[in-house]
Nanobody, 128 residues
Framework: EVQLVESGGGSVQTGGSLRLSCAAD????????IGWFRQSPGKGREGVAA??????HYARSFRGRFTLLIHNANNTLDLEMTSLKPDDTAMYYC???????????????????????WGQGTQVTVSS
């Protein structure tokens, strides 16, 4: 059974940093891709970044501020977030996608319907 547990959320001021962690159980990074998504109040879920087989993908708005850190030894994928802004306030989720030849993950990494497994989320609040 695949289980994902996020941690590391909290409250910070504008310009601060946080590192979120996604601990994955029941899967290996060799067969699964892991994505980070977020959902702000009143908005839909949006893709932040994803990792698969040595490749990372970032949504354009997060490049340069957010960085994925991969820990293969313990199946953990961290999301290092810097220069945080109030607009980054959201619930952050990690999700898992089992790779198949039929799905072009590079083109569709940010589609939430591609991920059948989700964690419970961790809240990030950025105050001005």
């Amino acid at each position: 059974e695949v289980q994902l547990v996020e941690s590391g959320g909290g409250s910070v001021q504008t310009g601060g940093s946080l590192r979120l962690s996604c601990a994955a159980d029941g899967l290996t990074f060799a067969r699964y891709a892991i994505g980070w998504f977020r959902q702000s109040p009143g908005k839909g879920r949006e893709g932040v970044a994803a990792y698969t087989l040595g490749s990372t993908h970032y949504a354009r708005s997060f490049r340069g501020r957010f960085t994925l850190l991969i820990h293969n030894a313990n199946n953990t994928l961290d999301l290092e977030m810097t220069s945080l802004k109030p607009d980054d306030t959201a619930m952050y989720y990690c999700a898992a996608h089992r790779r198949t030849a039929a799905y072009n993950f590079a083109l569709g990494w940010d589609r939430e319907e591609a991920y059948p497994y989700w964690g419970q989320g961790t809240q990030v609040t950025v105050s001005s």
